[in-house]
């Protein structure tokens, strides 16, 4: 458990002493400095106040390790963005409407991929990007697009346009599902998921392509994942394309229709 140095560094972050959040937390001095030099152990109330004053979960503030994270992600934390809970924490997403409050897809092109991974949760950022939409898709659920680079998704080549449907939950993640994925180091990736959140709180990264090795990625490092949905783009696939890798576009195609005949039936119902 790290709940006591945890409090101690964002006490310290914020520039507080020990007397100015004991009275903000309406508890004794003692009690706090007890807590933060691990001879005393909180209750559940006492948990509350502290999520609440810092803004983190309390799973976040017993289990994570604040001073080995990056003074990027620190600040992340600090506002407001706690992705360290694994599996079910609400995720907050920056999203826009149209002018009859219907969710729009929002565009994310090429060279808007690094500014992305920049503003992904900043309203204006958000704002400023093109936005389209597809009657087919269940306006239930949020989506987004965007553009990937390389041939590490062959056949899906490089430059289409990948839609995908915003996870709120990573324990719903299924082995097999393809995904674009947000880190704050690596920016956004395209690639097949296999997940050990539960087990391990990461995730292995698999291309289609087979030359491009699988690598796994902590769930720490990951801000949001889409679940894909389709795919748009003006080249057909070309090249040699391995019986694996033809059975698993056909399947997702199968699957694409199924989804958009399902739609078609919902909305002329």
Not at 126 to 150: A, C, D, H, M
Not at 154 to 173: K, M, N, R, Y
Not at 184 to 201: A, P, Q, S
Request: glycine fraction near 6%.
């Amino acid at each position: 458990m790290y709940f006591n140095s945890n409090i101690r560094l964002m006490r310290k972050r914020r520039g507080r002493t020990q007397d100015e959040v004991a009275f903000a937390l309406n508890m004794k001095r003692p009690t706090l400095s007890g807590y933060e030099n691990g001879v005393a152990q909180p209750g559940v109330q006492q948990l509350i106040a502290y999520s609440e004053y810092f803004g983190i979960s309390i799973d976040t503030l017993i289990k994570v390790d604040l001073s080995k994270l990056r003074e990027s992600e620190l600040r992340q934390l600090e506002s407001g963005f706690d992705v360290f809970v694994k599996g079910s924490k609400l995720r907050i997403l920056t999203t826009t409407v149209d002018s009859a409050n219907n969710e729009n897809i929002e565009l994310v092109t090429e060279k808007a991929k690094a500014g992305y991974t920049r503003g992904f949760a900043d309203p204006e950022f958000v704002r400023n990007l093109p936005v389209f939409q597809l009657p087919f898709l269940s306006p239930e659920r949020k989506y987004r697009t965007f553009q990937i680079s390389g041939d590490s998704m062959l056949p899906i080549p490089d430059g289409a346009w990948i839609t995908g449907e915003f996870v709120q939950d990573w324990s719903t993640l299924k082995n097999g599902e393809a995904c674009i994925v947000l880190t704050l180091d690596e920016g956004i990736v395209f690639k097949i998921i296999e997940t050990r959140i539960r087990e391990e709180g990461k995730i292995n990264l698999i291309s289609l392509n087979f030359i491009y090795k699988p690598y796994e990625l902590a769930v720490i490092e990951i801000r949001e994942i889409w679940r894909f949905i389709h795919y748009i783009s003006d080249e057909l696939p070309s090249g040699e394309i391995s019986p694996a890798n033809l059975a698993s576009t056909l399947n997702q195609l199968k699957q694409d229709v199924a989804l958009i005949r399902n739609q078609l039936i919902k909305h002329d119902n």
